[in-house]
């Protein structure tokens, strides 16, 4: 009986042993976490630096820039979004976030670069959530596509 119970706590500390150095390797480790963060406070730095301009903008099937050629984009601080042409002025949101996708080649793929117009009819098209593709100090190239009808959106922000 003694050795029964002996070979039973043997054989639960070496199962506990071998469990405890095993290493399960998954898409949620902190290194993808931390360069997340990294990415999504150098595209806030970034943004929140002077005045942008859209550059290009291609809705699914046409080009669309000519819409917004006009308007001035400040991304500020608290996440304000404001587009003027010095005629009309429109108030939206802007966000970056972590989009927890599994492209670890790219960690600015992971983010998402949030906007959102509520009371204006022209720049609801522009409010989504877009992946970024790049960014420099004076440009940012996002990418939607769409989950209803499959289309393609670019749209590309150039600083003034």
Same mark, same amino acid.
């Given at each position: 009986m003694?050795? #029964?119970k002996l070979l039973s706590i043997l054989g639960c500390m070496l199962f506990l042993t071998t469990a405890s150095t095993c290493h399960h390797d998954d898409d949620?480790?902190?290194s993808s976490f931390s360069n997340n963060q990294v990415a999504i406070a150098a595209v806030n730095t970034t943004m929140l630096q002077g005045n942008w301009r859209i550059t290009y903008?291609?809705?699914t099937d046409h080009d669309a820039t000519v819409q917004f050629s006009t308007y001035t984009f400040t991304f500020g601080?608290?996440?304000v979004l404001t587009a003027s042409n010095g005629n009309n002025t429109y108030t939206g949101?802007?966000? #970056?976030?972590n989009s927890n996708s599994s492209n670890d080649d790219n960690p600015d793929s992971d983010v998402d670069f949030n906007i959102a117009f509520s009371n204006s009819a022209g720049f609801a098209e522009l409010t989504d959530d877009w992946e970024i593709v790049s960014?420099?100090?004076n440009r940012i190239e996002l990418i939607d596509i769409s989950g209803g009808n499959g289309g393609t959106d670019h749209l590309v922000f150039e600083k003034n």
């Open positions: 003694k050795t #029964v949620d480790d902190s903008y291609f809705d601080a608290g996440n949101s802007w966000i #970056v976030t960014r420099t100090a």
